[in-house]
């Protein structure tokens, strides 16, 4: 939190962590690896599969989430505890109550309730962000329908909004946007926006 907070490379800063060394030392490959460990995480990602994904043995590949989770308990007992409510409930929740009911969970067959498992742990984060992009969608599109007619929200990918603007409209609707998707929700962190412009999506990435 406090990284997010301060603008922090939140990878790097796990690198540091996990593979103890100083902020300042951390490498590009170090910080690539404890990207995919961030990412993994919260799908539930298993040794091997975080193995094939950095091309490296299996026991680093598990040497490097017990590390992760050695150095970030809170984020280990979360993940157990979606996991739990999951298997009590038969649903997970996302921060503002939408459901995902998960009956893998309570399969008889080993490899669909890891499967349930790992979507227990993963269905509150990405359900919550779905939620968030498509609260900020709604508070944009009603703005730029009442003042902004002429510009159209026509695409949502990811965490992505695409929109197309009038020139002479594009300052004001960058901040229209802006203001639209970091106050769609109130977290413990903020939510922070990168507003690019081009001709089309490719030069606008």
């Given amino acids: 939190i406090e990284a997010f907070r301060e603008g922090l490379d939140i990878h790097k800063i796990t690198a540091s962590k996990v593979f103890n060394v100083p902020l300042s030392e951390v490498t590009k490959e170090q910080r690539g690896n404890a990207k995919a460990v961030n990412f993994g995480v919260i799908y539930g990602m298993s040794g091997f599969g975080l193995a094939d994904e950095l091309h490296i043995s299996r026991r680093d590949a598990e040497r ?3 590390d992760y989770f050695d ?3 809170a984020v280990k007992k979360y993940m157990d505890e ?3 409510a999951a298997k009590q409930l038969g649903f997970t929740t996302t921060v503002l109550g939408r459901r995902r009911y998960i009956n893998e969970i309570h399969s008889p067959n080993r490899m669909t309730r890891n499967l349930g498992e790992r979507l227990a742990m ?3 984060i990405q359900g919550t962000a779905a939620d968030i992009i498509k609260i900020a969608m709604n508070k944009v599109y009603t703005a730029l329908k009442k003042e902004y007619p002429e510009s159209k929200l026509i695409l949502q990918v990811h965490d992505e909004l695409i ?3 009038p020139e002479e409209e594009v300052e004001l609707m960058k901040e229209l946007v802006t203001e639209g998707m970091t106050k769609a929700m109130t977290l413990d962190v903020p939510l922070t926006v990168e ?3 081009g001709k089309n999506w ?3 990435k």
Avoid: G
């Fill in 64 to 66: 490097y989430i017990k």
């Fill in 71 to 73: 150095k970030h308990q």
């Fill in 82 to 84: 979606q996991v739990e």
């Fill in 122 to 124: 993963n269905s509150p």
């Fill in 163 to 165: 929109f197309d603007v």
């Fill in 195 to 197: 507003c690019n412009i």
């Fill in 202 to 204: 490719y030069e606008a």
